[in-house]
C-alpha cells in the first residue's frame, strides 16, 4: 500500500505570484506527492483552475487537486472539458475532487444554486461529466441538464473523482458515486466508521472504492487554533469535547496522526497549515522541515 502525503492551501490563503511559485518548486523539489487548492470565491484563495493550471505547467511530477471546487451552479460540459484538458496537459497529475458549496450566503449567490436544490444539481452534473470523459458521443435528459450526441475531447485516460465530507447523506454519496474519499476535519475513528458505511453503500450499487483511495485532509497549527476555526469546528462538532485534538500543534503531534490513520487503512494525506508561513523564503523554509517531519512517514 503506498503512503503519500500533499500540501494544501486553504480557503484564507492568500498566496500570489514568486509565493505560490516558490511554494509549487518547494513541493516539487522535496518530492511531496500533491498540492490542493480551495475555492472561495469572496476570498484571496487563487481559482483552483487557474493555480493548478499554473503549477502544472512549471512541474513533471507534482499532481494537483482541488478540496475542493464547487459543482452546482456550472456548465458539466464545459468544465469536464476544462479539466479533461487539464489532465491530458499534465501527463495526469490532476486529482479532482468537488463538493456542494459552502454554506455561505455570498458564495451561494456566486454560483446561483439554492442550498436545497444542491445535492440533486451536484449528482446530475457529475453524471454528465463522466459522460463527456469517455470521449463518446452521449446523450442525457435530465431535470437541469439535456444533451444528444454531445462529444468532448481530449479523453482523459483516468479521471479518478474524490468527494470529502463525513455526514451520512455524504458518506452515502461517495459510495454511490466517488473514486475516492478526502474528508477533512476527522479522527483516525471518524475514518474508520466512514470508510465501513462508503464501503457497504458501494457493494450495493455494485461498486468498489481502492484501498489506496481513503486520504485525510488534516489542518494544522503550530501555536493557538484561531478562534474563529475553534468556533467553526465546535459548530461542525459538537460531539468532541476538545475539538483543538483534530489540529496537530507540532511536527511530532502531526506524525504521530498520521501514523494513527495508517493503522485504520487511510493511506493519502494532505497536511494544511492553518497559519500561512510567510513571504517566499518563509515557506521553502517550513517545507523543507516539513520533508523532513514528513516524508519518511511515506510507504511504497
Known amino acids: 500500500m503506498k503512503v503519500r502525503i500533499g500540501f494544501g492551501l486553504g480557503t484564507r490563503t492568500r498566496l500570489h ?7 509549487v518548486d518547494a513541493l516539487e523539489a522535496h518530492e511531496f506527492d500533491s498540492l490542493w487548492l480551495s475555492e472561495k470565491i469572496s476570498g484571496e484563495a487563487p481559482d483552483p483552475l487557474v493555480a493548478m493550471a499554473y503549477g502544472a505547467g512549471r512541474t513533471t511530477k507534482l499532481k494537483f487537486g482541488m478540496s475542493v471546487m464547487v459543482l452546482p451552479g456550472r456548465n458539466p460540459v464545459v468544465l469536464a472539458k476544462e479539466l479533461a484538458t487539464l489532465a491530458t496537459m499534465s501527463g495526469g497529475r490532476l486529482l479532482p475532487a468537488f463538493g456542494l458549496g459552502a454554506v455561505d450566503p455570498v458564495e451561494q449567490q456566486a454560483f446561483g444554486v439554492e442550498r436545497k436544490e444542491r445535492a440533486a444539481i451536484f449528482d446530475e452534473t457529475l453524471a454528465v461529466m463522466r459522460k463527456c470523459w469517455t470521449g463518446e458521443p452521449f446523450s442525457h435528459a435530465g431535470e437541469r441538464f439535456s444533451y444528444d450526441g454531445v ?9 479518478d473523482v474524490w468527494l470529502g465530507g463525513y455526514a451520512p447523506s455524504e458518506l452515502k454519496r461517495i459510495g454511490r458515486l466517488a473514486d475516492g474519499w478526502l474528508p477533512s476535519f476527522v479522527l483516525p475513528s471518524d475514518a474508520e466508521a466512514g470508510r465501513a458505511v462508503i464501503e457497504q453503500v458501494a457493494a450495493e450499487h455494485d461498486r468498489e472504492i481502492e484501498d489506496d483511495h481513503y486520504g485525510v485532509l488534516i489542518p494544522y497549527a503550530f501555536g493557538p487554533v484561531p478562534d474563529v476555526l475553534t468556533k467553526l469546528l465546535q459548530k461542525r462538532r459538537p460531539d468532541l469535547d476538545d475539538v483543538t485534538q483534530l489540529v496537530p500543534d507540532s511536527w511530532d503531534a502531526l506524525q504521530k496522526m498520521v501514523q494513527r490513520f495508517v493503522d485504520v487503512g487511510t493511506t ?13 523564503d518563509a515557506w521553502v523554509a517550513h517545507l523543507a522541515e516539513a520533508a523532513d517531519a514528513l516524508k519518511p512517514l511515506e510507504v511504497g
Not at 462529444?151 to 479521471?159: D, E, I, L, N
Open 17 to 23: 505570484d514568486e509565493t505560490y511559485g516558490a511554494v
Open 151 to 159: 462529444v468532448v475531447q481530449p479523453a482523459p485516460k483516468r479521471m
Open 268 to 280: 493519502k494525506f494532505v497536511a494544511l497549515p492553518i497559519a500561512e508561513p510567510g513571504d517566499a
